[in-house]
């Protein structure tokens, strides 16, 4: 049974960086695409982007000058990196898998717990 | 981007009960190459992550009772839960995986009358 489980500060100043990993657990983090999606407190999902095991990445356009994923399959862990955040970035940020291998188009099963990250001076 | 929207913003239903939940898409999430539509459902209960309950629009995800079911095609898609039990109180919500940037929509909250 895969299980995902994020890490990284649970606060971060305005106009810093905001980074958090991802450590995959029980399963191996090749031949899949993994994710990271937040969600501000009270409101919905957004996809912000995702890595496959190989490095190759696709981010959401919206984030995409901010955002740097990558991987580390050595520790079967992978990160993300949130540049320049301000107060509308805090939310809760979950890393996600792919649900079929090898896939780059598809639903995400399972998910990370979530950590929430504030924002704020 | 594909657009998702959900209606109704929120349902309460009786136990035992019938809940549809709609979702469109701003363009069809159907794949002609394999007729496969690249919609999924999740359900999030508070303090959880979101738990996929729905894939390929009609797919129920192992484990998940066959209480829910999706149907739709194209633009159009429904969530049923046929019999609502107290532990279905939760949000839903539809995602479209047919093209990047992935999107959700904005969840559907549903409770017990």
């Known amino acids: 049974q895969v299980q995902l489980q994020e890490s990284g500060p649970g606060l971060v100043k305005p106009s810093e960086t905001l980074s958090l990993t991802c450590t995959v657990s029980?399963?191996?983090?090749?031949?899949?695409?993994w994710s990271w999606i937040r969600q501000p407190p009270g409101k919905g999902l957004e996809w912000i982007g995702y890595?496959?095991?190989?490095?190759?990445?696709n981010y959401n356009p919206s984030l995409k000058s901010r955002v740097t994923i990558s991987v580390d399959t050595s520790k079967n862990q992978f990160s993300l990196n949130l540049k320049s955040v301000t107060a509308s970035d805090t939310a809760v940020y979950y890393c996600?898998?792919?649900?079929?291998?090898?896939?780059?188009?598809?639903?995400?099963?399972?998910w990370g717990q979530g950590t929430l990250v504030t924002v704020s001076s | 981007d594909i657009v998702m929207t959900q209606s109704p913003d929120s349902l309460a239903v009786s136990l035992g009960e019938r809940a549809t939940i709609n979702c469109k898409s701003s363009?069809?999430?159907?794949?002609?190459?394999?007729?496969?539509?690249?919609l999924g459902w999740y359900q999030q209960k508070p303090g959880q992550p979101p738990k996929l309950l729905i894939y390929?629009?009609?797919n129920r995800e192992s484990g998940v009772p066959d209480r829910f079911s999706g149907s739709g095609s194209g633009t159009e898609f429904t969530l049923t839960i046929s019999s609502l039990q107290a532990e279905d109180v939760a949000v839903y919500y539809c995602q479209q995986y047919h093209s990047t940037p992935f999107t959700f929509g904005g969840g559907t909250k549903v409770e017990i009358k």
């Open positions: 996600a898998r792919d649900l079929n291998t090898n896939s780059g188009l598809d639903c995400f099963d399972p």
């Open positions: 390929w629009a009609s």
């Open positions: 363009q069809s999430v159907l794949y002609r190459s394999n007729n496969r539509n690249f």
């Open positions: 890595i496959y095991y190989s490095g190759s990445t």
């Open positions: 029980g399963g191996s983090i090749s031949d899949y695409y």
